[in-house]
């Protein structure tokens, strides 16, 4: 059994798709105090000051494992948009563009300390303008990394990806099951 320090619901979701026993227990972290703009640098910060958080937090209760997700279109980052004015943004510099998903995750047990960074890219069509005001206006994009819906929203989008759907879905799940003795 794991504490996944992360209040969302996707990465819940992989873990139990994965066969992961793991307990819900989302800290915060003020992410705002980050000043890095660099996409993989940020993640890491982020991702680096949540788990000592975590560890701080929960002490011995081990094994415990934390995550951050953030988008890179056109090279600038893209966490999550604070309101529909920055959603309808981030969304039309990604249509008909690349954009790389970065994920870190870091997780510690008694026996074991894992660090991952892993990105995948993706390229989409051009969205369409109604679609894209459906998607703005249901919300569906709030609390998301780049407003980046690959299971939703962006799919009917997609004309390539390199990578793990999971790392951009939040967590690259794939990459720890070994370490957890699954697979």
Not at 17 to 28: R, T
Not at 60 to 82: C, E, F, I, M, Y
């Amino acid at each position: 059994m794991i504490i996944l320090a992360s209040a969302s619901p996707m990465r819940a979701k992989l873990l139990q798709k994965f066969g992961v026993e793991f307990i819900q227990k989302p800290l915060d972290f003020d992410e705002d105090s980050i000043k890095s703009t660099v996409p993989k640098e940020f993640v890491y910060i982020a991702t680096l000051g949540k788990f000592k958080n975590a560890l701080q937090h929960f002490g011995n209760d081990l094994p415990v494992l934390v995550a951050d997700t953030v988008v890179s279109t056109s090279g600038k980052l893209q966490r999550k948009a604070k309101n529909i004015s920055e959603a309808r943004v981030f969304l039309q510099s990604q249509s008909n563009q690349n954009i790389e998903i970065f994920t870190c995750m870091m997780y510690k047990s008694k026996s074991l300390d894992f660090i991952d960074i892993s990105s995948t890219k993706y390229t989409f069509s051009a969205f369409k303008s109604n679609h894209l005001q459906d998607y703005l206006n249901s919300k569906e994009w709030e609390g998301k990394a780049g407003c980046v819906m690959v299971e939703g929203f962006h799919k009917h989008y997609i004309k390539s990806q390199t990578g793990l759907e999971s790392t951009a879905l939040g967590l690259s799940v794939e990459k720890i099951l070994p370490f957890l003795g699954i697979m």
